[in-house]
Nanobody
Framework: VQLQASGGGLVQAGGSLSLSCAAS????????MGWFRQAPGKEREFVAA????????YYASSVKGRFTISGENAKNTVYLQMNSLKPEDTAIYYC??????????????????WGQGTLVTVSS
């Protein structure tokens, strides 16, 4: 199983970016896909997660209302639309997938597979 994240870049505060995470090797019906981020000198933190059927979604309070997570089963891809970006959103963003739990997984330690990360830089 491989997860390929893409879409990071440099954007000014208030701008938008869209991240993609393509899963290959298997599908994740009824499982979890999540986005996490790690800023320099900080621990990894949860951003958003979605069940593969799209029925359940959860956001970190810091991004709720600004970020939108969605999945496209036909392409085995999960997206993270990031709007109204702030300098504090600067981080490496990682996608993750879990094939074991029947409930939405929010804890990064419980995710089974990880992508390589994509850098998002928001300038002030």
């Amino acid at each position: 199983v491989q997860l390929q994240a893409s879409g990071g870049g440099l954007v000014q505060a208030g701008g938008s970016l869209s991240l993609s995470c393509a899963a290959s090797g298997r599908t994740f019906s009824n499982n979890s896909m999540g986005w996490f981020r790690q800023a320099p000198g900080k621990e990894r933190e949860f951003v958003a997660a979605v069940s593969w059927n799209g029925a359940t979604i959860y956001y970190a309070s810091s991004v709720k209302g600004r970020f939108t997570i969605s999945g496209e089963n036909a392409k085995n891809t999960v997206y993270l639309q990031m709007n109204s970006l702030k300098p504090e959103d600067t981080a490496i963003y990682y996608c993750a997938a879990d094939s074991r739990s029947r409930v939405l997984v929010l804890n990064g330690n419980l995710y089974e597979y990880w992508g390589q990360g994509t850098l998002v830089t928001v300038s002030s």
